[in-house]
């Protein structure tokens, strides 16, 4: 498992497992009710996955459909109304 936390955040992310071999779970907990962006990036730059959802205060969870995308590392990044965190993946 990895987490990102930032201290006096309104967001904590982690993701699980990693690394992953099909699909991937991050769970994130937010302070209030917010615009959830998530995206998948290659290390070139290629968005390969990206969401928005409005959630509410609360912990939250959410599969990442990674089976299809090759052995590699890429970024996890999470984009709240007033925070952004980054996770590294590794796909196995």
Do not use: W
């Not at 990102?4 to 309104?10: D, R």
């Not at 991937?24 to 730059?45: E, M, N, P, Q, R």
């Not at 980054?86 to 796909?91: A, F, P, V």
Request: hydrophobic residues 35%.
């Amino acid at each position: 498992e990895i987490s990102a936390c930032l201290v006096g955040s309104e967001m904590c992310i982690r993701d699980r497992p990693n690394p992953v071999r099909e699909n991937a779970t991050l769970s994130y907990s937010l302070d209030k009710a917010s615009t959830v962006k998530i995206d998948i990036i290659s290390f070139s730059g290629q968005t390969l996955y990206q969401t928005s959802l409005i959630q509410l205060a609360g912990n939250h969870s959410i599969e990442l459909p990674l089976a299809n995308l090759p052995a590699g590392s890429y970024i996890c990044r999470v984009i709240t109304q007033e925070n952004a965190q980054t996770l590294k993946l590794i796909k196995e």
